[in-house]
């Protein structure tokens, strides 16, 4: 429901409160204040969507502006936290500290730019494999973690980049592998 047909809906609900309150007051005026407290309950019900989307609407409004830095580059998988960078060509950067934490293997910075010389590079001061590169480095790993990781990866960060490049008609110069 629209925000302002629930701000009219309630004023009007409100009305009709005070009208019963009053109604109530005429008709029992014997029973003086007490016979008023039958309506406030009502008032409570008129005004409860009003103040619940109010209260709702505040606190996306609060988490939207505490999350504004992290939006789009903030992965969370099994309870590590991934900041993913996304680059100018719509490419996502996934810090090989984090992969190699979740996948457990124990390959240097070194080794991945070597094998992968379009696919590493260092931002932030810390590796990162563009997501191509990184399904690559994961489809060699037989590790069920690495296993794991890979299919999370593939559908939360990789498939959502790959789309959106494609979208923008963005083409990669693939992270092949030299031959060493």
Known sequence: MDFKKLVFLTLVGLACCLAFT???RIAFFTAGPYAAMLS??????????????????????I??????DVQGSFY?????PIKVIVDRDHCRWVPT????KIAGTSV?????????PSGWKLLDNQGHLR??????????????????????ALRNIVYPA???????????????????
């Not at 988490?63 to 504004?68: I, K, N, W």
């Not at 790959?162 to 060493?180: F, S």
Request: hydrophobic letters at 45%; one cysteine or more.
């Open 76 to 80: 969370s998988y099994r309870g590590v």
């Open 22 to 24: 009053y109604f109530v």
């Open 131 to 152: 997501d191509d590169a990184l399904i690559e480095y994961l489809s060699t790993a037989c590790a069920l973690d690495a296993v794991k990781f890979k299919n999370w």
């Open 97 to 100: 500290s984090a992969i190699r």
């Open 40 to 61: 406030y309950p009502l008032y409570a019900l008129v005004s409860w969507p009003l103040i619940q989307r109010s209260a709702l609407a505040f606190i996306d409004s």
């Open 108 to 116: 240097t910075d070194s080794l991945l730019a070597q094998l992968y």
């Open 63 to 68: 988490r939207h502006v505490a999350l504004r």
């Open 162 to 180: 790959r789309i959106t490049r494609d979208r923008l008609g963005v083409k990669l110069d693939p992270a092949d592998e030299e031959e060493p």
